[in-house]
């Protein structure tokens, strides 16, 4: 380790003061510049965000609450061991393929009468049942 005697301490206590006043008139410039960017009048502008109201988003729309397994099976008039059986039969309900959550109950899409609707035809759907399901708050 080198050891500094007292001529080198102030030469080199005397380039950081010289680098420290650069930097600020380097930072001082920059902020200037930045200042003739911004036109007149923007310093009681709102924020976009603040002047907009909230609304649901254009394409996802409003969130929709998953079915659980006792609706579902309400809403197609079967039993939920139907459900069941042939999702460990088959690792899906028809393509269904719902989330399992820690305390072991089952989600399922919200859209999943729809989607089964559309791939097996609506005969099998008991329709009131679904409007039931609709109604009640199940499935939006």
């Known amino acids: 380790m080198q ?12 380039r950081l003061r010289a680098a420290q006043k650069a930097c600020q008139d380097a930072h001082a410039a920059a902020l200037a510049a930045l ?5 007149d009048g923007l310093d ?3 924020p976009l965000y603040e002047s907009q109201p909230a609304r649901a988003h254009a394409i996802r729309g409003p969130p929709v609450k998953p079915l659980t397994t006792a609706e579902l099976a ?6 939920q061991g139907t459900i069941r059986r042939r ?3 088959d690792g899906s309900y028809f393509g269904l393929v719902p989330v399992k959550l820690a305390s072991g109950r089952l989600l399922w899409p919200a859209d999943s009468l729809a989607r089964l609707m559309i791939a097996g035809g609506a005969s ?3 329709a009131g049942s679904q409007a039931q399901l609709t109604r009640s708050g199940g499935a939006k």
């Open 3 to 14: 050891t500094c005697n007292s001529p080198q301490l102030a030469t080199l206590a005397e």
């Open 35 to 39: 200042a003739a960017l911004v036109p």
């Open 44 to 46: 009681d502008a709102t």
């Open 74 to 79: 309400r809403a197609l008039n079967i039993t």
């Open 87 to 89: 999702l460990c039969d």
């Open 124 to 126: 099998w759907v008991d």
